[in-house]
Nanobody, 123 residues
Framework: QVQLVESGGGLVQAGGSLRLACANS????????LGWFRQAPGKERTFVAG???????LYADSVKGRFTISRDNAKNTVYLQMNSLKPEDTAVYYC?????????????????WGQGTQVTVSA
């Protein structure tokens, strides 16, 4: 069974940085796509960034140049470095996993999810 655990969220001032981690402590796949999504209260879960085991990377336009996604396959962990944070980045951040070699921007494409980690950016 896949078990995803997000960590690294918190409260930060605008312009600050956080690094999120998504660790898979359960079943792993030789091919995978992992996406970071975020969900603000009353809004849909939206794509932030994604990466595959082979290194394909996609970003949402709203975070390009500010966020960086990376992976450590040996640790079964994917990271999201978030710099120049803005109040509009405030949300619960989730990681989703799919047994695929393609990053999908749609949340419903992913089969496994973590519990989420809260990111709050104050003005």
């Amino acid at each position: 069974q896949v078990q995803l655990v997000e960590s690294g969220g918190g409260l930060v001032q605008a312009g600050g940085s956080l690094r999120l981690a998504c660790a898979n402590s359960g079943r792993t796949f030789s091919n995978y796509a992992l996406g970071w999504f975020r969900q603000a209260p009353g809004k849909e879960r939206t794509f932030v960034a994604g990466i595959t085991w082979s290194g394909q990377i996609l970003y949402a336009d709203s975070v390009k140049g500010r966020f960086t996604i990376s992976r450590d396959n040996a640790k079964n962990t994917v990271y999201l470095q978030m710099n120049s944070l803005k109040p509009e980045d405030t949300a619960v951040y989730y990681c989703g996993l799919k047994n695929s070699n393609v990053v999908f921007r749609l949340a419903s494409s992913y089969d496994y999810w973590g519990q989420g980690t809260q990111v709050t950016v104050s003005a």
